[in-house]
C-alpha cells in the first residue's frame, strides 16, 4: 500500500474530533476521556488522527513538503490505535493506516530521525534494537535444556523477543514460560542467538522494507524449526507475527501470544495453582495485543467509481473488538485469591503505555509522560500492582516507577502466575 491509496479515506475526515476522546458511551467522566496522547499532549489539532489525515490530504495535493515542524507531528505519535478506533464507532474509514504511510512516506524521502536510524543501525548489524542487556540473546536460557530449532524440530517455536531477551530486568520472564511449558510437557524449542528482530517496531517506525528483511530471517527459521504453532510473549512480536505477516503474505503458521498457550495448558490441568495469592491488581491492556492485535482482514472488492466512499462488496473494518484481552484476563482469573480492579480505559480503549512508535526512542519525555498518566490511572483503583503482558510496557513503567518513586509493583502475568504455583 502507499499513502494515496488512502486518499478517500483522507478526503472523509470532517473534523469532528472523535478520534480525540473515548466514546461517550463508553466512559463514566470526563477525567479519563481523552484516547490519543499526542493530542493530549501537545494540544493543537494537527497531532490528532484527524490532524495527520488532513495534513496527508494537503500534502497529496499540494506537493510533499517535509518541514521540521512536519517531521515533529509526524514522529511524535506511538502508533497506538486509539484515534482509530475511537473514529471507527461510528465511521467506516482508516485512520491509522494512512498515518502510518505518511511516516513511511518520510522515511522513503530520507526524512528520518536521528534516533530512529540508530535503532535501525542495530536491526540491520545485530539482528536487535535493543542496544544493553546481556551480552547473549539466549543468555537467560543457560540451563535449561531447551529444544534447539535450528537442530532439531518442534512443535512449538518459542519466539522471545529482543526486550525480554537481552533486558536484564524482564529475561526471568521467558525463563518462566520456558519452564512453564517444560513442566506441562509442551513440545517446544528457541533459535538461541539465532533468534532475530521480529520487524515489528522497524514497520511502526515507517521502515517497510526493513520489516521485509526480517519477516524473510524469521519465515526461514520457522520453516526449519517445522512448528506448527509461533508463541511469543511480547505484544509487539505478536503484532508482527499475528497481523504484519499476514497482511503481508508471509504467515504459514498458528501464532499464539503466551497468555492464550497458558489459558489452554491450566484449563487443561497441565498447570496447577498451589497458594493463593491476596494482592488487588489492576490489568493493563497492551496496544499490540489488544486493538492492533486483532486479525488482519483481506479485502478482495473494489472502490466503487464515484463521490461516495462505498466499496463492493462492503468493506469488513477491523475495529479493534478482536484483539487478545480475555486470555490474560483468564489466566489472572485462575488465581486463587487475586483480586483484579479494572482500570476506566481498557479492553480496545485502553490508554497506551507511551513506548510505542519509536516515541521510546524518539522523545523520552513524551513516552514517560504517557506512561505516567496511565500509572496514575491504575493508582486510583486501589491496585498495589499494575500487571501487563508485554515487556515494552513493563520496562517503561518500571521506570517511571523508579523515577517518581511510586507506590506500585510492575509485574507480567507470567510472573503472577508462576508467584501462585
Not at 505518511?102 to 522513503?108: G, N, T
Not at 483484579?340 to 519525555?365: F, H, K, L, Q, T
Request: glycine fraction near 8%.
Amino acid at each position: 500500500m502507499a499513502i494515496e491509496e488512502y486518499r478517500g479515506d483522507m478526503e472523509m475526515c470532517c473534523r469532528c474530533s472523535a478520534c480525540k476522546y473515548i466514546p461517550l458511551q463508553m466512559i463514566r467522566d470526563a477525567k479519563y476521556s481523552d484516547a490519543c496522547p499526542s493530542i493530549a499532549r501537545f494540544n493543537f489539532h494537527a497531532y490528532s488522527g484527524g490532524g495527520r489525515l488532513l495534513i496527508g490530504r494537503e500534502m497529496l495535493a499540494r506537493g510533499f513538503e517535509f518541514t521540521d515542524r512536519l517531521l515533529h507531528i509526524v514522529y511524535n505519535c506511538q502508533m497506538c490505535g486509539a484515534c482509530d478506533i475511537s473514529c471507527k464507532y461510528a465511521m467506516d474509514m482508516e485512520v491509522l493506516l494512512p498515518i502510518l504511510e505518511l511516516r513511511m512516506k518520510c522515511v522513503e524521502a530520507g526524512k528520518t530521525h536521528p534516533a530512529l536510524e540508530k535503532v535501525i543501525g542495530l536491526l540491520r548489524t545485530k539482528g536487535s534494537m535493543v542496544e544493553a542487556g546481556l551480552e547473549r540473546r539466549s543468555q537467560w536460557a543457560e540451563g535449561l535444556e531447551i529444544k534447539d530449532v535450528r537442530k532439531e524440530p518442534a512443535e512449538v517455536y518459542y519466539h522471545v523477543g529482543c526486550l525480554s531477551s537481552l533486558d536484564k530486568d524482564l529475561s526471568t520472564i521467558p525463563r518462566l514460560v520456558a519452564k512453564m511449558l517444560k513442566e506441562a510437557k509442551v513440545d517446544f524449542g528457541i533459535a538461541y542467538d539465532g533468534e532475530t528482530c521480529c520487524g515489528g517496531r522497524a514497520h511502526e517506525m515507517g521502515y517497510r522494507e526493513d520489516f521485509f528483511n526480517q519477516a524473510r530471517k524469521n519465515l526461514e527459521i520457522v520453516r526449519r524449526s517445522r512448528a506448527k504453532t509461533v508463541v511469543t510473549n511480547c505484544a509487539h512480536c505478536y503484532h508482527a507475527f499475528k497481523v504484519l505477516y499476514d497482511r503481508y503474505g508471509f504467515k504459514e503458521f498458528e501464532v499464539l501470544h503466551v497468555s492464550e498457550l497458558l489459558e489452554g495448558l491450566l484449563k487443561d490441568g497441565r498447570l496447577k495453582q498451589k497458594r493463593p495469592l491476596n494482592q488487588t491488581i489492576t490489568y493493563h491492556d497492551p496496544c499490540y495485543l489488544g486493538r492492533l492485535g486483532e486479525p488482519w482482514i483481506h479485502f478482495k472488492g473494489r472502490k466503487v467509481p464515484g463521490i461516495k466512499f462505498v466499496f463492493d462488496p462492503p468493506k469488513t473494518y477491523r475495529r479493534g473488538t478482536n484483539g487478545i484481552y480475555d486470555a490474560p484476563r483468564k489466566v489472572l482469573g485462575t488465581v486463587p485469591g487475586l483480586n483484579i480492579y479494572e482500570m476506566e480505559r481498557r479492553r480496545e480503549y485502553a490508554w497506551c503505555c507511551g513506548a510505542g512508535g519509536g516515541v521510546n526512542e524518539s522523545n523520552p519525555d513524551f513516552a514517560l509522560w504517557t506512561a505516567e498518566k496511565r500509572l496514575e490511572e491504575a493508582a486510583e483503583t486501589g491496585a498495589s500492582a499494575i500487571v501487563s503482558a508485554c515487556p515494552w510496557c513493563e520496562h517503561i513503567f518500571k521506570k517511571v516507577v523508579s523515577m517518581r518513586g511510586l507506590n506500585l509493583e510492575v509485574l507480567d502475568i507470567v510472573q503472577v502466575l508462576e508467584k501462585s504455583m
